[in-house]
């Protein structure tokens, strides 16, 4: 009976003890079948044990070692050999180089390079393949295309790795322009190097490449190959192509967990969750395996939609699967709870966090900021920071600001943006445009505008100068707001939905109607940006707040198919601010058609049922508060609103002091009084800071706002 053609076999038939009676093929064998199997420590230990080690037993050694994952090991092998005076063949300089790409050294791979040139391998392909794979990984695009130029006859594998390496280092056009180049000398690609080119495509966000690159793909006939078509579909899922994203997964033959994947992240990036789902189910009918990226991608839905329900049958299920050992599917558990209102069942899973990454930190400070909770996150950051091995990085420091700003201490702000510079931390665009949110939040345009100075051109993008725009809203500055507008435009900086949105809201609040229709104007006429029903809403404020209720309803009317609950709320609004009966009944009947009985609805409602005199039906609408979370609070208060010569309480005005207005801050809630039956009813104004109140009066004592001892050395706190 022969053992001869299983190597394995061949050695459990020889004990240790013989192992010296081992042909020298033979022991080489069972060194690389054990390998190949990931034994390493085996291999190992029948290394030691070989009386005789020759070359081709090192470089087995150490090529298993690198591709194994072991490169510490490997290099260290290497280093052995070397000072036995050994001359390393091809095998043995693949194998450190995969070593030094792994463990990303450059200093090695240019060391390993020099023997290259030391013994006269540096034309053999393979040898110059691993070198051209090492500097890319090792990040010196450089190094890659001076050996890839000192190739006198380049193969299609030495090409494909230098693509690789272009596109790995992000060199994206380059790498474009060298498959071109390839393609006109009549090198034919294959899949390795179509996967690479689409990579590059899509990075580009070319749309007219990408579909060139797909054109290409079915030409040579590859369309077949599932990871290109893998590749295809994450590339259009990259320019959020939807509709070409959609066409290319219907049209593959077969389809893996990746391929499914891919589709639903898209969907869920876009926010397209009911979507998303239903692939899921359609996912599972076909009996495809889920794997924990679907997993978070469907938790990820269920945060969109707010459905804690289906959230926590997405939990059982990933149970079931044994995913929840995965960190990914943890943080995103976070995230849903969170979202869903569920911040105990969001603290229990991140409690029960084994190893808390950065990101798990990140997505428990960010939930409890949304829920209206910033000292209970910014208490967290700080048990964070405490932690032994917890090293603070964007993610956090971006969750921290988060909650900062909703607390709108600048004392707080300023000492986010010192342990920003002293972590390096600040040379991120985000954390610079949080830091100016933050700082415009708290009431200091100075200190933010400088951050946004010091980005320059090159870090500024449109996110950065809505951050500005939105700061010069908030802080009532609604001139200085159209002027930095008219900047940005002059600077070549093409305006968004959300600049338009902050525009139209600061000359709304300053009731600057004639700028705001200028805006709209050239929104129409210069912008691509698509007309949304939040801008309709903002134009429909500015009308309506500034009295023109009649050229409101016309514009509400004429676009009445996008007319949705904002464009009603901001006439109900502006009805009930200047009691008109008759247009603010049809405002309440048009939201009551398109708009459930959601809080700030039922609020506005029942304050203009009050308005007419109905307080039965006011005050049925304030009964179904208390189902949905709200209450009234427990003392007495104090409304302040904006100065306004067009106000009807606005004759005998009391300004608030500025000591007083210092430590105001958050969430202002608001009484409203009917003079005949003593009836109250409670509403809630958010995001009124200091700075915007130190500006404010009150109007009349019909009106007040919750004043209590805020946290120790600091003065007063509006709830």
Request: charged share 20%; net charge neutral.
């Amino acid at each position: 009976m022969s053992f001869s053609k299983n190597p394995l076999q061949l050695h459990r038939v020889k004990p240790l003890c013989a192992f010296s009676s081992f042909k020298p093929y033979e022991s080489t064998k069972i060194l690389s079948s054990h390998f190949k199997l990931g034994n390493v420590a085996s291999a190992q230990h029948l290394f030691d044990e070989m009386p005789e080690k020759g070359l081709v037993s090192w470089s087995i050694m150490i090529h298993g070692y690198a591709r194994n994952g072991h490169h510490a090991k490997s290099v260290e092998l290497f280093s052995d050999m070397r000072g036995l005076g050994l001359v390393p063949n091809t095998f043995t300089m693949v194998g450190v180089l995969v070593s030094a790409a792994g463990l990303g050294n450059l200093s090695l791979a240019r060391c390993v390079h020099g023997l290259v040139l030391k013994y006269g391998q540096e034309q053999d392909p393979i040898v110059g393949t691993a070198l051209l794979n090492s500097y890319a990984r090792c990040g010196s695009a450089f190094d890659s295309c001076r050996v890839f130029e000192g190739i006198k006859n380049p193969t299609l594998i030495s090409s494909n790795a230098f693509i690789t390496g272009l596109v790995h280092n992000g060199l994206l056009e380059d790498a474009v322009l060298l498959f071109n180049r390839f393609r006109r000398i009549g090198m034919l690609p294959g899949p390795v190097t179509m996967l690479s080119l689409i990579k590059a495509c899509g990075g580009l966000g070319s749309q007219r490449l990408c579909e060139a690159a797909h054109g290409l793909i079915e030409k040579i006939g590859l369309s077949f190959n599932l990871p290109v078509e893998n590749s295809v579909l994450d590339m259009y899922s990259s320019l959020l192509d939807v509709n070409s994203a959609t066409k290319m997964f219907f049209m593959m033959r077969s389809r893996d967990t990746i391929s499914w994947s891919i589709m639903m992240s898209l969907l869920v990036h876009l926010e397209r969750a009911s979507d998303a789902l239903s692939l899921f189910h359609e996912m599972r009918n076909k009996k495809v395996a889920s794997d924990a990226l679907v997993i978070v991608n469907l938790i990820s839905s269920c945060a969109i939609l707010g459905d804690a329900i289906r959230g926590r049958q997405i939990h059982a299920h990933a149970i079931v699967k044994g995913h929840t050992a995965e960190v990914p599917v943890l943080n995103s558990l976070i995230t849903m709870y969170s979202k869903c209102g569920d911040l105990g069942s969001s603290r229990t899973v991140f409690d029960r966090l084994e190893e808390k990454t950065s990101v798990s930190w990140a997505a428990i400070i960010s939930g409890y900021e949304e829920q209206g909770c910033p000292n209970e996150a910014l208490n967290l950051f700080t048990n964070a920071r405490q932690e032994k091995n917890f090293t603070l990085d964007s993610v956090v420091l971006l969750a921290a600001l988060g909650a900062s700003s909703e607390v709108a201490s600048l004392e707080l702000c300023m000492q986010l943006h010192c342990l920003a510079l002293r972590t390096a931390l600040s040379m991120h665009r985000l954390v610079k445009n949080s830091l100016i949110s933050a700082y415009s939040k708290s009431g200091n345009m100075e200190l933010a505008f400088g951050v946004f100075n010091e980005m320059g051109s090159f870090l500024c993008d449109i996110v950065s100068w809505n951050a500005v725009l939105n700061g010069y809203a908030i802080n009532s500055c609604s001139e200085k707001a159209i002027s930095f507008y008219n900047e940005m435009r002059e600077a070549g900086i093409n305006p968004d939905g959300a600049t338009y949105t902050i525009v139209f809201s600061a000359c709304s609040r300053a009731g600057l109607v004639d700028e705001g229709l200028i805006i709209f104007n050239q929104m129409m006429e210069e912008s691509r940006v698509e007309l949304r029903q939040e801008h309709y809403g903002c134009l429909v404020d500015l009308l309506a707040r500034a009295g023109n209720l009649a050229d409101a309803v016309g514009l509400a009317n004429k676009f009445l198919d996008k007319a949705g609950p904002s464009v009603w709320k901001a006439l109900l609004r502006g009805c009930t601010l200047h009691q008109n009966v008759e247009l603010g009944e049809l405002a309440a009947r048009r939201l009551s058609e398109t708009q459930e009985k959601e809080p700030d609805f039922t609020v506005m409602l029942s304050n203009f049922y009050a308005l007419l005199g109905r307080f039965e039906d006011a005050e049925v609408l304030r009964s179904t508060l208390g189902k949905k979370g709200l209450r009234d609070p427990a003392s007495p208060f104090h409304v302040f609103f904006p100065i306004s010569s067009q106000h009807s309480a606005a004759s005998t005005p009391v300004v608030i002091s500025t000591a007083l207005a210092i430590d105001i801050a958050a969430v202002v809630w608001v009484r409203s009084i009917d003079q005949t039956s003593g009836q109250s009813y409670v509403s809630c104004r958010g995001g009124i800071c200091w700075h915007e109140i130190s500006r404010f009066q009150v109007l009349s004592e019909e009106y007040t706002i919750l004043v209590e001892a805020s946290v120790p050395n600091s003065s007063l706190q509006v709830l």
